[in-house]
């Protein structure tokens, strides 16, 4: 039975929302009035793109009125984060352990949930199963909300019969999965701070500060000394043209992201990020920790290997590294080992390929690809908290060299004044 979202209004005219079940749009109104409410718009849960067409009691359209009820549900879009998928998931998984049915888990999650977001979509898919459909099946409605990874893992923890464990594997995974995305931004976040800080700094001394001081010493008619005229010109110049120069710097920012929308200028720039140094190990320990990570969750859910590789890859932000995973699978097609076909780009970490062999040979996969993840997460924190570490007091250095050199232009005329007195 399908789960409809609805808009009314009760007998002193204040707007009602909420969410029933029904076969149809007009039982559900039928429903609404039957409780004393006149029904403005009945909207079908749905991920599909684009906003749903509504009716009200009378059969007019209100495609307009109501236009943000139908809008999807994306995870991307920020309305459901991965700590409440994996909040959901965890709850999911208890009440499934607790041989509760699953219409019946779905709709106390549901309950437990203060968000509408995760409440519309719990209630749809509650409503897909209650028809007859797989859970993995219903999931495959909203694609955003729940990714290939999820409806592929869930699929196979259907057919095993170990639903529960499997939805337990999942919320670990959503977890760490936001813990290392939390951990990357934390660190990167100190140096862009404090890079935003030394930017403002010196351009404040040199747009305002600077020609204060500096106009004393011009009004005595003496030629001041280059460095203090240097410093001048770049004083006039942000001060007359600085506008101009952010507006060209945004500017050029939206057309390299422009052009970053090519294939051809991603996998270019992707390519050239892998061989930065430092940074480029940074990418190739976070990216190959995302990917063993969660093959190791899809092979520990018996999803078949050619499968899991295949969606692993697809969790790779960077174009060549995921290009190799896709040429990997097609080796391993055609009866290549995984460990070899990942080796032959050179683009994952030898450590990551060894171990991956290693549990080939041993028949313990699962294990070696969840030992290889935790590896590189180690690897990528000792690199970020070393970067952090560099980046901190060579940036406060940078700005004390900027502004001894921006004190130093206006006291060189007090110096050479005191010079000519003596």
């Known amino acids: 039975m399908p789960a409809f979202e609805y808009v009314a209004l009760d007998a002193a005219g204040r707007e009602q929302r909420g969410l029933l079940e029904g076969d149809s749009p007009r039982q559900v109104r039928q429903t609404l009035r039957d409780r004393q409410l006149l029904p403005m718009s009945v909207t079908e849960v749905t991920d ?125 995974y959503t977890e760490e999965r936001d813990r290392l995305r939390q951990r990357v931004l934390g660190a990167l976040l100190y140096p862009i701070v404090l890079t935003v800080m030394c930017v403002l700094i010196v351009g404040g001394l040199l747009t305002y500060v600077v020609p204060q001081v500096v106009s004393v010493f011009e009004s005595g008619g003496d030629q001041l000394p280059w460095l203090t005229r240097t410093l001048l010109s770049v004083s006039g110049f942000l001060q007359q043209y600085g506008l101009w120069l952010l507006l060209a710097l945004a500017l050029g920012g939206l057309a390299v992201a422009r052009w970053l929308r090519a294939e051809s200028a991603q996998r270019r720039v992707d390519r050239w990020l892998l061989r930065a140094p430092l940074f480029g190990r940074l990418l190739r320990s976070l990216h190959a920790a995302r990917f063993t990570r969660t093959f190791s969750i899809l092979t520990g859910s018996a999803v078949p290997a050619l499968d899991g590789l295949r969606i692993a890859g697809e969790v790779i932000g960077n174009l060549p590294m995921r290009e190799a995973v896709a040429t990997a699978a097609e080796r391993v097609r055609e009866g290549a080992p995984i460990g070899r076909s990942l080796g032959a780009s050179g683009l994952f970490p030898p450590m990551t390929v060894h171990l991956i062999s290693s549990g080939e040979s041993s028949g313990r996969l699962e294990e070696m690809l969840a030992r290889a993840a935790d590896s590189e997460e180690r690897q990528l924190d000792g690199m970020l908290t070393a970067l952090v570490g560099l980046l901190g007091p060579l940036l406060i250095v940078l700005m004390g060299l900027f502004v001894l050199l921006i004190v130093f232009a206006m006291l060189q005329p007090i110096f050479e004044m005191n010079t000519l007195v003596r």
């Open 48 to 172: 599909a793109p684009g906003a749903a067409r509504t009716r009200s009691a009378d059969g007019g359209t209100w495609a307009a009125l109501r236009a943000r009820l139908s809008q999807p549900v994306t995870l991307g879009g920020g309305r459901i984060g991965a700590r409440e998928l994996a909040l959901l998931t965890r709850q999911l998984a208890t009440l499934v352990r607790a041989a509760l049915p699953l219409e019946e888990a779905l709709q106390a999650v549901a309950q437990q949930s203060e968000r509408p977001a995760v409440q519309r979509v719990l209630a749809a898919v509650r409503a897909r199963v209650m028809e007859g459909e797989s859970l993995a099946t219903a999931l495959g409605g909203f694609p955003r909300v729940f990714p290939e990874l999820y409806r592929a893992t869930v699929a196979a923890g259907e057919q095993s019969g170990r639903l529960d464990t499997v939805l337990e594997r999942l919320a670990d």
